[in-house]
């Protein structure tokens, strides 16, 4: 399958600065790409689908201004956590679809707000 | 919309036991379905696909049969070792979107213990 990293792989951050995670496709041109996040001891929750050279299209209930998605290439999307606060501390994965449908994800950024 | 049913945890086994984990689906035709796994503090690695209706996937000792006639998708392994501990999800194609999303299931964490 294919390789999907993420950078940072966990981050520590004062409430009301921002916070910039990226996911990169490393053997696979990936024109959509999507972000999670994950609760502790829950399953991932679908934030939004990025696409390359157009805007996001965000789920339900996801604020944009405050989840900033920009997927400028093909093989990287970044995840723009902006004027973070502690309940925006979480798991976030990426992923890339696959050619049946599957996702292959990156290995997760661990965000901590302060 | 596609949907799965999976379930629900803890599951603990001794070293070398059966395991089953159930998973049954609701979809419009016969989409691919996915089993995922994810150790603790990492994200998700697709452990095995079916991309049609009576495929078997298979990969590390599991396996999950892809039955039409009880929606079912069950893994499982003959002899689950220690380091099989994880949380396992079921996923398939969300219908909506053009299939491009994934639905998971709610996940079931698998504890092996000596």
């Known amino acids: 399958g294919a390789v999907v990293s993420q950078h940072p792989s966990w981050v520590i951050c004062k409430s009301g600065t921002s916070v910039k995670i990226e996911c990169r496709s490393l053997d696979f041109q990936a024109t959509t790409m999507f972000w999670y996040r994950q609760f502790p001891k829950q399953s991932l929750m679908l934030m939004a689908t990025s696409n390359e050279g157009s805007k996001a299209t965000y789920e339900q209930g996801v604020e ?8 400028a290439s093909l093989t990287l999307s970044t995840l723009t956590v902006t004027s973070a606060h502690p309940e925006d501390s ?3 994965i990426c ?3 696959g050619q049946y449908n599957e996702q292959f994800f990156g290995p997760g950024t661990r965000l901590t707000v302060l | 919309g596609n949907s799965v049913t999976q379930m629900e945890g803890p599951v603990t086994l001794s070293e070398e036991a059966f395991l089953t984990i159930n998973c049954t689906y609701t979809a419009t035709g016969y989409p691919s379905l996915f089993w995922y796994v994810q150790y603790p503090g990492e994200g998700l690695q697709l452990l095995l696909k079916a991309t049609k209706a009576d495929d078997k996937g298979s990969n590390k000792g599991f396996e999950a049969t892809y039955r039409k006639e009880t929606t079912s998708f069950h893994l499982e392994k003959g002899s689950v070792q220690v380091s099989d501990s994880a949380v396992y999800f079921c996923a398939l194609p969300n219908a909506t979107g053009g ?3 994934l639905t998971f299931g709610t996940g079931t964490q698998l504890k092996v213990e000596l």
Do not use: E, V
């Open chain 1, 64 to 71: 944009k201004d405050k989840f900033l998605i920009n997927h």
């Open chain 2, 99 to 101: 299939g491009n999303k």
């Open chain 1, 90 to 92: 979480s798991f976030y």
């Open chain 1, 95 to 97: 992923s890339i679809r």
